[in-house]
């Protein structure tokens, strides 16, 4: 198409004439040429060729947030770089020495996304694919969308009889309960049963073919309209939509289950996929990773007495690895110092009662003293060198768990839009799984109101508990000590 096209033709042109300046520049900043006029057009040239085809992926019109961009721009330019370095090794003559492709890559990086998010503003209007499994949901989502959609994605989806009869094409009743639940729809064309339009909006693929779609047809909005809220499909059509960059809007009767921030139509709700800007994003990042770093060497000896102290009090690991869920519903293996005994979850994950201030029988003696002081949480500052969790936000439940909370009637999907951290406002509070309700409120509080500053004074805030609780501690332990003396 000729939006697909333009951009296209912008983003590599404009690569190749920033690539032939970068060179010139580098060549001069290096000294490699001590004139303008001795800047070899053959080194130009090449560098323009080497880094036009590393970022040919950049060239494809697909949406990417601001730090995929910067990150994925960054690694192909590195790429380019050590292109060019070994063709200077291999004795290429036309190659710039190592220096002028470090130089020249280190121009480029910050200047290249700028292009493409320049070209792309330029070129591309708003393109709506709609998503979904339910076609009286799609034809509502499809009639108050504020400009006519490229199209839906949808499972087959066949026409229902309206007097509730088979079809007659089906074999079987257990052939009928494993078919796509389907209602006929004004708008609709079926062909051989099968519908495959609505509204006057063609069915393009499956819900596998979300990302190649997405791709093709230069989308840049999303809206759901499914059935269920459920974590496979609905949310997993939203992890897409954050990975790749594209806007998310909902049918209203998933509001429930979303984080929204505003209404775009009579029957459809924005996705707030993205609670808080990119540059806030960044400097989080940043934070985690510095705190991070740093915990894990100011904390090395204190990991080492941990794990000879689990060995030495029970049989088993020193570490319990444990599946979370982590943003948008999607999962990762959360890593905890061991504080129960290796079969504590043999019939099922359940909540400690030691989290409502109970005994848990199945927690160690070292396990206490860990759980106490929250010393059980240091491997998980690996997870946040990852990007796995950060430092503050919603801690990551077992997906299991979700199901029973969720079971109860509480919206707790919607905490799944903040990336999990160690700790939060409902930490700070001393709220636990134990009271759903109540940690949710907080968690969407936090979503709300998320800053660096919020981060920062919660983080103080929650050393500053652990490390009372290992006063506290010390002082029973002397003074149970004591008492055992008396006696």
């Known amino acids: 198409m000729l939006v697909s096209r333009d951009y296209r033709s912008e983003a590599a042109a404009g690569t190749v004439v920033l690539a032939f300046a970068a060179a010139v520049v580098a060549s001069l900043l290096t000294g490699e040429s001590a004139a303008l006029v001795g800047v070899p057009v053959s080194t130009v040239a090449l560098t323009g060729a080497v880094v036009g085809v590393a970022l040919v992926s950049l060239y494809t019109p697909r949406p990417r947030t601001v730090t995929t961009l910067v990150g994925h721009t960054g690694r192909q330019v590195a790429i380019a770089c050590l292109a060019l370095g070994t063709l200077d090794v291999a004795g290429v003559a036309a190659a710039p020495d190592l220096a002028t492709a470090l130089v020249t890559g280190a121009l480029l990086a910050p200047v290249l996304p700028i292009w493409y998010g320049s070209c792309r503003r330029r070129s591309e209007s708003q393109r709506i694919l709609v998503v979904g499994d339910d076609p009286a949901l799609l034809e509502e989502t499809i009639r108050s969308l504020p400009v006519a959609p490229i199209g839906f994605l949808s499972p087959a989806l066949s026409e229902r009889p309206a007097d509730g009869e088979s079809s007659g094409k089906g074999t079987s009743t257990e052939g009928a309960e494993q078919a796509e639940p ?60 954050h990975d790749q960059g594209v806007g998310a809007l909902a049918h209203e009767s998933l509001a429930d289950l979303l984080l929204v921030n505003e209404r775009v139509g009579d029957d459809v709700v924005r996705v707030d996929l993205e609670p808080w800007p990119w540059y806030g994003r960044a400097t989080k990042r940043a934070f985690d990773i510095v705190f991070a770093a740093v915990g894990v060497v100011v904390l090395a000896p204190l990991i080492l007495v941990i794990a000879l102290a689990i060995k030495r009090d029970s049989p088993g690991p020193v570490l319990y690895n444990q599946t979370r869920t982590s943003e948008l519903g999607g999962t990762f293996t959360i890593a905890k110092f061991r504080s129960m005994v290796t079969d504590a979850e043999s019939d099922g994950a359940q909540l ?34 990852t990007g796995e969790m950060s430092v503050v936000g919603p801690r990551p439940e077992r997906p299991e768990l979700d199901r029973e909370i969720a079971a109860d009637g509480v919206d707790w999907s919607k905490r799944w839009f903040v990336k999990p951290g160690l700790t939060g406002i409902a930490q700070i509070n001393d709220v636990t799984g134990f009271s759903p309700t109540q940690k949710l409120a907080y968690d969407i509080e936090y979503a709300r109101r998320q800053s ?5 004074k919660l983080v103080v805030l929650q050393v500053s508990s652990v490390l009372a609780d290992i006063v506290d501690l010390a002082t029973d332990r002397v003074g149970g000590d004591d008492r055992s003396s008396a006696d």
């Not at 989290?355 to 500052?381: C, F, N, S, Y």
């Not at 660096?452 to 920062?456: A, Q, R, V």
């Open 182 to 241: 389907v209602i006929m729809t004004d708008g609709g064309l079926a062909v051989d049963d099968r519908v495959d339009s609505i509204a006057g909006v063609d069915r393009l693929e499956g819900l596998s073919r979300l990302e190649s779609v997405l791709r093709e047809r230069d989308v840049d909005t999303v809206a759901l309209a499914f059935e269920q809220g459920c974590r496979e499909e609905c949310f997993g059509v939203l992890r897409t939509c």
């Open 352 to 385: 400690s009662e030691g989290d409502a201030g109970g005994v848990d029988p199945r927690v160690t003696r070292v396990g206490r003293v860990l759980r106490k002081t929250h010393m059980d949480e240091i491997p998980q500052l690996f997870s946040i060198l």
């Open 452 to 456: 660096i500053w919020l981060d920062g």
